[in-house]
């Protein structure tokens, strides 16, 4: 399977700690995207990056927040110090786009929780 | 920013009948439009795309229209199936930018 992978599926984590998650892309694709999804809503964005920079966040995005993607490859999305709020499904996408819009790929996602 | 609305919100039909779900966006600077389905569990996936320089654009049962004037555009399924029951989601983009994603319409097909 080529499609966009994700790990973990699932992350349980008490408030307060740090997490990592990580998303490994279409191979060929030069854009990444990280979207946050609560129940009964859409995907709401966070960032993307083409290649290996970081070209929006979201100005919803807090501080604790960061992402990375080294080399244009896989990337890690970090979350801080986290809360209640923090709950959510976390999605990554990927697409080739050369700026006329092009269609995401989306992973499956990483349920966190937290305590 | 854009602002996608999405209705309705949950829509019920019975099998082989029709079903149509509605957007309006509120940035005339959009011009990629993507429609998705969720299934439960799973991340969305692209069912069909249209860019704003095309009125309608169909693939099989399914189809999309879309009005730049009024800034609305629709997802029309025909002879629904028991397995077209998701969630699907529309979205708006500027060039492949920010998506912006609508609520989400629960579709239920009755067989």
């Known amino acids: 399977d080529t499609g966009v992978s994700q790990d973990p599926r699932h992350k349980i984590t008490k408030r307060g700690q740090n997490v990592t998650f990580r998303c490994d892309p279409i191979s060929e694709h030069n854009r990444l995207y990280w979207y946050r999804q609560t129940l009964g809503q859409g995907p709401e964005f966070l960032t993307y990056?083409?290649?290996?920079?970081?070209?929006?966040k979201s100005r919803l995005l807090s501080d604790r927040f960061s992402a990375e993607r080294p080399k244009g490859s896989f990337s890690t999305l970090e979350i801080q110090r986290t809360e209640q709020g923090d709950s959510a499904m976390y999605l990554c996408?990927?697409?080739?786009?050369?700026?006329?819009?092009?269609?995401?790929?989306f992973g499956n996602g990483t349920r966190l929780t937290v305590t | 920013g854009e602002n996608v609305e999405q209705h309705p919100s949950t829509l019920s039909v019975q099998e082989g009948d029709s079903a149509v779900i509605k957007c309006t966006y509120s940035d005339s600077a959009s011009n990629y439009f993507p429609w998705y389905k969720q299934e439960l569990g799973k991340g969305p996936q692209l069912i069909i795309d249209?860019?704003?320089?095309?009125g309608e654009k169909k693939d099989q049962r399914i189809a999309v229209t879309l009005n730049k004037t009024a800034k609305h555009f629709s997802l029309h399924i025909t002879e629904t199936q028991p397995e077209d029951s998701a969630v699907y989601f529309c979205?708006?983009?500027?060039?492949?930018?920010?998506?912006?994603f609508g609520t989400g319409t629960s579709l239920t097909v009755i067989p």
């Open positions: 979205a708006a983009s500027w060039s492949g930018n920010q998506f912006y």
């Open positions: 990056f083409q290649n290996e920079a970081q070209l929006e």
């Open positions: 249209i860019r704003s320089n095309v």
């Open positions: 996408a990927s697409s080739w786009d050369t700026g006329g819009g092009s269609p995401l790929h």
